[in-house]
């Protein structure tokens, strides 16, 4: 049995590519779910990759599944924080349910998916960690105020997780994509759509391949020195330092 990696998210659109990616890197892939039990199952019949079912919001459903994972296909050596939500709206209309829920999903399962397997990484001297953050994490976005902070404290955790593990074999890195071609973002009304697309530099909108190639690195023994690092991945449409 090769390496485990453990992607959120893992079944639909970016998630999706990102493990069948894995899988095809010869990593044995335990992917998470939160509620479309149909779409999962497909997806493991289609690929042959485990499936999991619980919301990365809960810590305990976190600490549980992990533990579940651990015990059916092995303990995790890459953990791909992929999973996230949205819920746009104007700040000054915003609710705190809609606050709380993106902050929750997309930032605080950071802590809730990788305390659970960090401590196995130390002792086996090997772990990748790879999250996900955004464009809007960087730049910032109209009616994104809660989903702009969530992946912007994904880039701090990032970097603060690098250097304490750094020396335990350990890296820890974050993409940033910007727009990508699923389909959540087909979904967006067609002039708007156009809209972004004049945008970005590339003239068009990201693969979901693309990103899951540049995690498949991360993930590899080749990114042994590389650590602590947010990579943007968006066609030119915001360059940052990081």
Known sequence: MGRVALVTGGTRGIGAAIATGLKSAGYTVAATFAGNVEKANAFKAETGIAVFQWDVA??????????AVTSEVGPVDVLVNNAGITRDGWFHKMDHTAW?????????????MTRPVIEGMRDRGFGRIINISSINGQKGQLGQVNYSTAKAGVIGFTKALALENARKGITVNCICPGYIDTDMVAAVPEKVLEGIIAQIPVGRLGKADEISALVAYLASDASAFMTGAVLTINGGQYMANG
């Not at 809960?58 to 533990?67: F, R, S």
């Not at 709380?100 to 809730?112: D, E």
């Open 58 to 67: 809960d810590p305990d459903a976190c600490a549980n599944g992990v533990t």
């Open 100 to 112: 709380s829920q993106v902050i929750a999903t997309n930032l605080g399962s950071m802590f809730s």
